[in-house]
């Protein structure tokens, strides 16, 4: 069952679990913004959803990469994908020059960790 997965395969893994993960982070937003109980478990229900999709993703891309690797592309980059995405694109939440100078950092991370394995 170790079939070899298309060289795009990671890379779209790796966008899967990104989406997946700004989309969880705006559930649980969304959720605690809520003003009555249906909404809030509505978006309680479609983050937790996505955050155990984004789980299996994870799996998945744990079937090809070491784990070293896949923790830099899933969790550093959804670290980042988070802020810009959720926090400062959908949600408008301001975000400062440190702020971006640290995700820069993060980025920066993630490719030397993957340039080096």
């Keep these: 069952m170790s079939r070899l997965l298309h060289p795009i395969g990671i890379p779209l893994l790796v966008l899967f679990y990104q989406g997946l993960v700004v989309f969880a982070?705006?559930?649980?937003?969304?959720s605690a913004e809520s003003t009555t109980a249906l909404?809030?478990?509505a978006w309680q229900i479609?983050?937790?959803l996505s955050g155990f999709l984004s789980v299996l993703t994870y799996t998945a891309l744990?079937?090809?990469l070491p784990v070293h690797i896949?923790?830099?592309l899933t969790m550093g980059l959804g670290f980042v994908s988070v802020q810009v995405f959720t926090a400062?694109?959908?949600f408008r939440e301001p975000i400062g020059i440190w702020k971006w100078i640290g995700a820069g950092l993060v980025v920066l991370g993630?490719?030397?960790i993957v340039r080096g394995r």
Excluded at 25 to 30: A, C, S, T
């Design 25 to 30: 982070n705006f559930g649980f937003k969304r």
């Design 110 to 112: 993630v490719a030397l």
């Design 39 to 41: 909404a809030f478990l």
């Design 62 to 64: 744990l079937r090809w």
């Design 46 to 48: 479609l983050g937790n």
């Design 88 to 90: 400062w694109l959908i």
């Design 70 to 72: 896949a923790v830099s």
